[in-house]
């Protein structure tokens, strides 16, 4: 492999390893040849998040305008241009030789702007529409690489997952992303419980739920579990070799549930946490669960 093609790679992956760290097990349980291309994504995914979310006082149209330079970069590259980019080399290599589709990357670039204009969504079909290029068309970027044996049928498993881990960050990063500005609980959903965003306000300044934010939460985590549900009959639809990877990343990630649960749905206290030893069990048995055995929901909230 060319060197400057290999060092983004190692770029990619390093992103990975620090931010990423409940997938990057999942991710150490696919093969050598799939692993580059999966933390090639992550960069991608990361690097873009990381313009948006700058929080070192630069503007938000100095952020959008970085965010633009960068996509069209990656869009030149995608056309044979030469790219001076860490990220990219790694990224446009991984979409050729797998053969991913171009315009879930566009649908991704089109959600990172949008948070740079959207601080909050009226109905959960808004927040869709957002989730749509933010957490969907991930789990679509993916299936080339984990290779299911149909993947029409596959598709719409693998964007449910995308949705799944999407609304579990939202529900876990609550005051972090009240701390950017930004609501991504829907307002009907707040109206439903009878909270404001005044009230997160406070509860993030006296760092404690008050009831009718658990209530909220309560709600939210019913509607994940809801989407790790319908993803859950995709993972005996990929290739045997992928199946514990991800199998790894939906029981920890729907773990993060249980631990919201575990902390009385008290999402301002601290954030919640997959301790490392459940981690390392989870991981252990995916790799003994034999390829092909369905994933239950009830199973996801058991580790």
């Given at each position: 492999?060319?060197p ?8 990619c ?30 960069g ?47 990224v ?45 068309v991930i ?6 690489i ?12 693998a964007?449910q ?6 609304l579990?960050?939202f ?15 829907p307002r ?6 009878g909270?404001t ?27 994940a ?44 206290t ?11 069990r ?6 003994i ?15």
């Amino acid at each position: 492999m060319d060197p400057r093609l290999a060092a983004s790679y190692e770029q990619c992956r390093l992103l990975h390893r620090h931010y990423g760290r409940t997938y990057y097990l999942a991710t150490r349980l696919l093969s050598a040849e799939q692993r580059p291309h999966v933390h090639a994504l992550y960069g991608f995914t990361r690097y873009a998040d990381e313009i948006v979310d700058r929080m070192d006082g630069t503007d938000p149209g100095e952020r959008a305008r970085q965010l633009r330079g960068w996509a069209d970069a990656f869009v030149a590259g995608l056309n044979g241009a030469p790219v001076d980019d860490p990220i990219l080399p790694a990224v446009l290599h991984t979409i050729n030789v797998c053969g991913l589709d171009r315009d879930d990357f566009a649908a991704f670039l089109h959600s990172m702007a949008m948070d740079l204009e959207v601080r909050s969504y009226d109905t959960y079909d808004d927040l869709l529409s957002y989730m749509e290029g933010s957490a969907a068309v991930i789990g679509t970027m993916m299936l080339p690489i984990l290779r299911p044996v149909d993947p029409t049928a596959a598709r719409e498993p693998a964007r449910q997952l995308g949705l799944a881990f999407q609304l579990t960050n939202f529900i876990r990063d609550v005051a972090e992303d009240l701390g950017r500005g930004r609501v991504y609980l829907p307002r009907e959903d707040l109206d439903r419980f009878g909270v404001t965003v005044a009230d997160l306000r406070t509860a993030l300044d006296r760092g404690y739920s008050p009831p009718q934010v658990r209530a909220l939460v309560r709600f939210e985590i019913e509607r994940a579990r809801d989407h790790y549900a319908l993803a859950a009959p995709g993972i005996p639809m990929l290739a045997p070799a992928s199946q514990a990877c991800i199998r790894t990343a939906y029981h920890l990630y729907s773990a993060i549930l249980d631990e919201v649960e575990r902390q009385n749905l008290d999402v301002f206290t601290r954030r919640a946490v997959v301790p490392r030893r459940v981690r390392l069990r989870v991981a252990a048995r995916s790799l003994i669960t034999p390829a092909g055995r369905p994933v239950s929901a009830a199973a996801s909230v058991a580790v």
